[in-house]
């Protein structure tokens, strides 16, 4: 397995970042048939998402966003590929504060 390990300091506070992190879900789900579940807590929320060859867990904060994940055999392969564009992504949304 291959794994990809994203840190994202920002200003964004809990509730905003929640919402970014919920929106983030919803388009995996809807483009990539991902499975992602939602788990909010007092100051740190967890999303875990797999499917399609990727398993991971995206900890959301008031000041970070963390994401880890594992690739399976086939989707290792585009490890770069998927990196560069979950990097991109949360790059995104930590300038959107």
């Given at each position: 397995m291959s794994d990809i390990q994203i840190d994202?300091?920002?200003?964004?506070?809990?509730?905003?970042?929640?919402?970014?992190?919920?929106?983030?879900?919803?388009?995996?789900q809807a483009k990539f048939g991902v499975e992602c579940r939602y788990e909010e807590g007092a100051e740190r929320d967890v999303l875990h998402f797999s499917g399609n060859g990727?398993?991971?867990?995206?900890?959301?904060?008031?000041?970070?966003?963390?994401?880890?994940?594992?690739?399976?055999?086939?989707a290792a392969m585009f490890?770069?590929?998927?990196?560069?564009?979950l990097r991109a992504q949360f790059d995104d949304m930590a300038a959107a504060a």
């Open positions: 994202r300091p920002h200003t964004l506070g809990l509730p905003t970042a929640r919402q970014h992190a919920r929106l983030w879900a919803d388009k995996a990727i398993d991971g867990q995206l900890q959301v904060s008031a000041d970070a966003l963390q994401l880890r994940a594992s690739l399976g055999f086939l490890k770069d590929q998927i990196e560069a564009k």
